[in-house]
């Protein structure tokens, strides 16, 4: 059975949240779903289980309570809310690693409409890096709608 990653990163922890909190109340009633949480502030009650990875990046730091985590999840998708500072081609290489074949991955970069100076690089590597890409400022509705509607 192949399985589902959706990673969502951005700088915003409050938009990363709205959107991961559509992405459950849309794919709930047709599928099981673990949220994995290793963004800069926890994302409270998402309504589905949800495991807390705190103490560093997923991509580094956590790589291997990641790789560890994954085959033990039963759902069948796994929503993933990112650290800000996450680095985002070493998130693909640990996704890789984790995921192997039996899991297809998807990931939404919510980027700074008008980023300062010293966000640009960080947008930019996400852009870089991300399946779809939407302004922060998208409702998360639109983000979710536009996001699933993405070939595997």
Known sequence: ???QMIVVMGL???RKGDVVRALVAHLLPHASITVLDNGGLPLG???????RFS???ICCELAYKLIKTLPTLE??????????FIDPPLMQRTL???CGERWTTRVIALLEHEPPPLLR???ERMRAHADVTFSDET??????????CLPL
Do not use: D, H, I, K
């Open 1 to 3: 059975m192949m399985r």
């Open 12 to 14: 915003s922890e409050q």
């Open 45 to 51: 009650e998402t309504g589905t289980p949800t495991l």
């Open 55 to 57: 103490g560093g990046c």
């Open 75 to 84: 759902s069948e998708v796994v929503l993933l809310n990112t650290s800000p």
């Open 96 to 98: 890789a690693n984790a």
């Open 121 to 123: 690089y960080p947008n």
């Open 139 to 148: 409702p998360a509705e639109e983000v979710v709608n536009a996001a699933l």
